[in-house]
């Protein structure tokens, strides 16, 4: 079970891979895992928001918790799984899922489709944690979905004893920082898209990445240079990385501004234009979203690939990255 001295490190969020008439693709859920895994990654959580948990059966969700499991066995790489559901029930029976799976923690969002009073969110929380003792439980701070996290209701939930901390799935710095300094539990922002380098200068417990999905050879550059202390070396070399990947999400909440080269992106949802950007790169095998959202067309996928190759080809994987292979827990070091 996952604990909050455990709970450290790099942690990759793959999307759910599909086939081509969108069933759940084992041989590239499995090939995916071992890749990032070779990457030195602290851990893997599957079955979020990236991992489309909202199209995903019961049975679905074990399988893919079977498959998590297997291929972590033995590699020092601890296991999250999404355990996101409409109703208490709903939640502690994913929850219940994973448990029996053999799975080291669940991440999970309240929920959600009205706001909790206090007490109510304080009582989810308790039953949950009670209905699923041998597993860690993380909260999703997603903020979404309407729901304030403070650090008085962390404090409030120190008392469970298999509550974990949160992964602060949102844009506002000054919130993770204050968790990370006064929240009384372990506290990780869930994106390394521009915050990666100060993250680890502030000495975060760790971080959430997407990239790794994307550009894993960036990701290990900068974290390489953090580790040495050479922060001013580190930005500079998230510089191109941050700016890509602004490009390709800009616009959320907005009108859609995308690079000319790229005309038609816009109308694409977020998880659409992930799946297809993850395709372009060529690093995991991802396929298509499920409904309902509308898969990127291949002819604009090349697109989104050739622009890579025209204006940030020092994003594409090098052609000896597949020897890759690094020891569980080595990213996320910290300089004395």
Not at 25 to 41: F, Q, T
Not at 99 to 107: N, Q, S, T
Not at 205 to 230: A, F, N, R
Not at 317 to 325: G, N
Request: glycine fraction near 8%; aromatic fraction near 10%.
């Amino acid at each position: 079970m996952l604990t909050p001295d455990l709970y450290r490190g790099v942690i990759a969020y793959p999307p759910t891979p599909f086939t081509d008439n969108f069933a759940l693709d084992e041989e590239a859920l499995r090939s995916n895992l071992r890749k990032l895994i070779r990457c030195g990654v602290d851990g893997i959580a599957l079955a979020g928001t990236s991992g489309e948990f909202y199209t995903l059966s019961l049975q679905e969700i074990r399988r893919i918790a079977v498959i998590l499991r297997e291929e972590t066995k033995g590699t020092k790489v601890y296991s999250i799984m999404g355990a996101v559901g409409l109703s208490t029930d709903d939640a502690i029976t994913r929850g219940r899922i994973s448990m029996e799976e053999g799975i080291d923690a669940i991440l999970v969002i309240q929920p959600y489709y009205t706001p909790l009073t206090p007490e109510e969110l304080l009582r989810f929380w308790e039953q949950l944690c009670r209905a699923c003792p041998t597993i860690g439980v993380i909260i999703y701070h997603y903020d979404w979905v309407r729901q304030p996290y403070t650090v008085d209701i962390y404090q409030q939930l120190t008392h469970l004893p298999n509550f974990i901390g949160s992964k602060e799935a949102h844009w506002d710095f000054n919130v993770w920082r204050t968790m990370h300094q006064k929240g009384p539990l372990a506290h990780m922002s869930s994106t390394d898209i521009g915050w990666l380098v100060e993250l680890h200068r502030q000495r975060a417990v760790g971080v959430g990445s997407l990239q790794l999905c994307w550009m894993p050879h960036k990701v290990l550059e900068i974290l390489d240079l953090c580790t040495l202390g050479k922060y001013d070396e580190a930005e500079r070399a998230q510089s191109d990385f941050t700016e890509f990947t602004a490009r390709m999400k800009m616009g959320q909440g907005r009108p859609h501004i995308f690079p000319s080269e790229l005309e038609g992106l816009e109308r694409y949802s977020h998880q659409a234009r992930h799946k297809a950007v993850i395709e372009a790169f060529g690093f995991l095998r991802v396929g298509p979203p499920r409904r309902p959202a509308i898969p990127v067309p291949t002819e604009l996928q090349k697109r989104i690939r050739g622009f890579i190759e025209r204006r940030y080809p020092e994003l594409l994987l090098p052609p000896d990255f597949s020897s890759v292979s690094r020891p569980a827990g080595t990213l996320w070091r910290l300089p004395d």
